[in-house]
T-cell receptor
Framework: NAGVTQTPKFRILKIGQSMTLQCTQD?????MYWYRQDPGMGLKLIYYSVGAGITDKGEVPNGYNVSRSTTEDFPLRLELAAPSQTSVYFC??????????FGQGTRLTVV | KQEVTQIPAALSVPEGENLVLNCSFTDSAIYNLQWFRQDPGKGLTSLLL?????REQTSGRLNASLDKSSGRSTLYIAASQPGDSATYLC???????????FGTGTQLKVEL
């Protein structure tokens, strides 16, 4: 009963490096989301997807990219990492009537 | 643009007290409202989900109400325990991708 799985749990990047945050779900949900959470702030939506092959920008998409080739996977790509991208990243799915389910998060530090 | 506010930002209570956390939102055209709990360094755990047609939901010592017309929800915690210490987040779902908009949370500390 995995639910939403994110990898890695922690990562330190140097400025200018790139990386992909992985998210996979086994609940067959169409809707998937990426949020970032900064200290003392609520969660901000980065990108979301309403199904395989369809993605759209959220509130804070700059510096990120996503793809959704399958229902299960929704990776988040960081290009040219900047200190402002230091944050905790959460992937979530939505079962519509069942509400949202979250992964355990990826804590990213850019130095 | 939907905005969600949670009051108070932080709350400290002695064990055994009943308490109320507040959540307000600006756009009443929501699909549902969800309350989450977040422990330090952890992910979000769903506590209660209230559909837009519902007035309240209960789970154990937790009761959440929804007044969509006034843009308010409350989370009532009965007989608080130290294990209830966490940050509580509310989020509303609106159309166009079923996006969730989050409040900034209430940090609760229940002391012995």
């Amino acid at each position: 009963n995995a639910g939403v799985t994110q990898t890695p749990k922690f990562r330190i990047l140097k400025i200018g490096q790139s990386m992909t945050l992985q998210c996979t779900q086994d609940m067959n949900h169409n809707y998937m989301y990426w949020y970032r959470q900064d200290p003392g702030m609520g969660l901000k939506l980065i990108y979301y997807s309403v199904g395989a092959g369809i993605t759209d920008k959220g509130e804070v998409p700059n510096g990120y990219n996503v793809s959704r080739s399958t229902t299960e996977d929704f990776p988040l790509r960081l290009e040219l990492a900047a200190p402002s991208q230091t944050s905790v990243y959460f992937c979530a799915t939505d079962g519509t009537l069942g509400g949202a389910f979250f992964g355990q998060g990826t804590r990213l530090t850019v130095v | 643009k939907q905005e969600v506010t949670q009051i108070p930002a932080a709350l400290s209570v002695p064990e055994g007290e009943n308490l109320v956390l507040n959540c307000s939102f600006t756009d009443s055209a929501i699909y549902n409202l969800q309350w989450f709990r977040q422990d330090p360094g952890k992910g979000l755990t769903s506590l209660l989900l209230i559909q837009s047609s519902q007035r309240e939901q209960t789970s154990g010592r937790l009761n959440a109400s929804l007044d969509k017309s006034s843009g308010r929800s409350t989370l009532y915690i009965a007989a608080s325990q130290p294990g209830d210490s966490a940050t509580y987040l509310c989020a509303v779902k609106t159309g166009g991708g079923n996006k969730l908009t989050f409040g900034t949370g209430t940090q609760l500390k229940v002391e012995l």
